[in-house]
């Protein structure tokens, strides 16, 4: 009888940690610490970075309080043309990782865009996930060539949280996470491609990929993460 009151005692505390686990190195940044989440959007009823770094005023964006991982909302891009902007440019650097929950909604369009700087030049990059090649990609152009990098194959179920991050090298590439897990099919960049501009949450640059989702806890942070981190 002692054995079965420690594991009813032990087991959400358990559970709690593994939730935890997926907000990393932003759930208390460590101020001036080497891995820290330069910026966190929590999205609650704001998109202002947590961090007080790169705010997303641009433009006013639409929240929800039904739909969130944590806190009072997320940011609501479940209808076309709904998307958040930051006021500056951000430099990323050779090494970044970029994470977010992410749940789809409408069962139309392809191609869902969740974090980008790929300008309607086509410089620079693009996390999204296209529901027509049931997967997570990153595409990486340089003004004149593209390359599109991506995971296994995976279908988001309508309604479901996801915690999607990418670990990215300008050099040696891309890795993907889903959930926690390394699902990595390819990971090759196209050399060259800007890893700075102003980001944009909910849609790209040349207003084609629509989220149609909700985002909460977007994050980013100057260096590279492994499967530990992002689970």
Same mark, same amino acid.
């Given at each position: 009888m002692r054995w079965v009151a420690i594991l009813?005692?032990?087991?959400?505390?358990? $559970?709690? !940690?593994?939730n935890m686990g997926r907000y990393p190195f932003a759930v208390t940044p460590t101020a001036g610490g080497s891995e820290c989440a330069t910026s966190r959007w929590e999205f609650d009823n704001s998109d202002l970075d947590e961090n007080g770094v790169n705010d997303?005023?641009?433009? /006013?964006?639409?929240? /929800?309080s039904s739909y969130k991982i944590s806190g009072t909302h997320s940011l609501d891009c479940s209808a076309g043309s *709904?998307?958040?902007? &930051? #006021?500056?440019?951000?430099?990323? %650097?050779? %090494?970044?990782?970029?994470? &977010?929950?992410?749940l789809t909604w409408?069962?139309?369009?392809?191609?869902? =865009?969740?974090? =980008?700087?790929? =300008?309607? +030049?086509?410089? +620079?990059? #693009?996390?999204?996930?296209?529901r027509n090649q049931?997967?997570?990609?990153?595409? &990486? !152009? #340089? +003004?004149?060539?593209?390359?599109?990098a991506y995971s296994t194959s995976f279908t988001a179920s309508t309604g479901t949280w996801y915690h999607i991050a990418v670990s990215v090298n300008t050099t040696s590439g891309v890795t993907f996470?889903?959930? !926690?897990?390394?699902?990595?099919?390819?990971g090759s960049l196209q050399s060259g491609f800007s890893?700075?501009?102003? $980001? *944009?949450?909910?849609?790209?640059?040349? /207003?084609?990929?629509?989220?149609? !989702?909700?985002?909460?806890?977007?994050?980013? %942070?100057?260096?590279?993460?492994?499967?530990?981190?992002? #689970?």
């Amino acid at each position: 009888m002692r054995w079965v009151a420690i594991l009813i005692v032990m087991l959400p505390i358990w $559970a709690a !940690g593994q939730n935890m686990g997926r907000y990393p190195f932003a759930v208390t940044p460590t101020a001036g610490g080497s891995e820290c989440a330069t910026s966190r959007w929590e999205f609650d009823n704001s998109d202002l970075d947590e961090n007080g770094v790169n705010d997303m005023t641009i433009p /006013s964006a639409v929240y /929800s309080s039904s739909y969130k991982i944590s806190g009072t909302h997320s940011l609501d891009c479940s209808a076309g043309s *709904r998307y958040s902007e &930051t #006021d500056n440019s951000i430099s990323f %650097g050779s %090494g970044f990782f970029i994470s &977010t929950w992410f749940l789809t909604w409408a069962t139309t369009a392809s191609e869902r =865009t969740l974090f =980008t700087i790929l =300008t309607s +030049g086509e410089d +620079g990059f #693009d996390l999204r996930y296209d529901r027509n090649q049931t997967r997570i990609e990153f595409e &990486t !152009g #340089d +003004g004149a060539s593209n390359t599109v990098a991506y995971s296994t194959s995976f279908t988001a179920s309508t309604g479901t949280w996801y915690h999607i991050a990418v670990s990215v090298n300008t050099t040696s590439g891309v890795t993907f996470f889903l959930d !926690g897990v390394d699902v990595t099919s390819s990971g090759s960049l196209q050399s060259g491609f800007s890893t700075s501009g102003k $980001a *944009r949450i909910g849609i790209d640059w040349n /207003s084609g990929h629509m989220s149609y !989702g909700f985002h909460d806890h977007t994050q980013w %942070g100057p260096f590279e993460i492994d499967a530990t981190d992002a #689970d």
